[in-house]
């Protein structure tokens, strides 16, 4: 079937950097797209979404961006901080479902 | 917090055996999905509830079943457990306003399955 997949699966940036994590999609019918934050021993995070009559959302340090061209979708954390290291994990929903990738970790360096 | 809540918290089975979980769902959702994530996996979709009545099914055989009840809570029950079950296993809340739309799901803590 189709799935999910994360471009990066670990990311190291340095507190107060710009982190971007990419995800590519490979179903062209998904029509709504998300992003979760998973800390170890917990379950994931709600962070942001966007349905794909969207190429853009913003919310707070947070941006993500959807190209429906190329079947990619990214995640933007402004201002980086120790609080933000995490697996992070886009998925794409079509109807009732949602289609996880493997994640990227994130990881915050002072 | 989500308001999600789910319990146990951990669980430990012996291979063959029978386990339900439990979710209670977020004040004012309707919809209730369920997930298997193992170590270092993301999420799979096991199938999701709605007016309680299953309303989607990822690719999980029979032996995984479920049940929602009127106050919108959920169970999931796992029969003839494998040693391929252990898993940490999620429930999401969400509010549906019709079947096949997509919603912003909010997830519980989990329960971690441990089958020896």
């Known amino acids: 079937g189709e799935s999910v997949g994360l471009h990066l699966p670990t990311l190291s940036v340095q507190e107060g950097d710009n982190s971007i994590i990419n995800c590519a999609y490979s179903?062209?019918?998904?029509?709504?797209f998300i992003w979760y934050k998973q800390e170890s021993g917990k379950g994931p995070q709600f962070i942001i979404d966007?349905?794909?009559?969207?190429d853009k959302r913003q919310g707070q340090r947070v941006t993500v961006l959807l190209n429906k061209t190329v079947k990619h979708l990214s995640l933007q954390i402004a201002a980086t901080q120790p609080g933000d290291s995490a697996v992070y994990f886009c998925?794409?929903?079509?109807?009732?479902?949602?289609?996880f990738g493997k994640g990227t970790s994130l990881l915050v360096t002072p | 917090e989500t308001g999600v809540t789910q319990s146990p918290t951990h669980l430990i089975k012996t291979r063959g055996q029978q386990v339900t979980l439990r979710c209670s769902s977020q004040?004012?959702?309707?919809?209730v999905s369920w997930y298997q994530q193992a170590l270092g996996q993301g999420p799979q979709f096991i199938f999701q509830y709605y007016r309680e009545e299953e309303n989607g099914r990822g690719n999980f055989p029979p032996r995984f079943s479920g049940l929602q009840f009127p106050n919108y809570s959920s169970e999931l029950n796992v029969n003839a457990l494998e040693l391929d079950d252990s898993a940490l296993y999620l429930c999401?809340?969400?509010?549906?306003?019709?079947?096949?739309?997509?919603?912003?799901?909010?997830f519980g803590p989990g329960t971690r399955l441990t089958v020896l």
């Open positions: 966007i349905r794909s009559n969207m």
């Open positions: 004040s004012g959702h309707n919809t």
């Open positions: 998925a794409d929903g079509t109807g009732y479902a949602l289609n």
């Open positions: 999401a809340s969400s509010s549906t306003i019709g079947r096949g739309s997509t919603d912003t799901q909010y």
């Open positions: 179903n062209s019918a998904s029509d709504y």
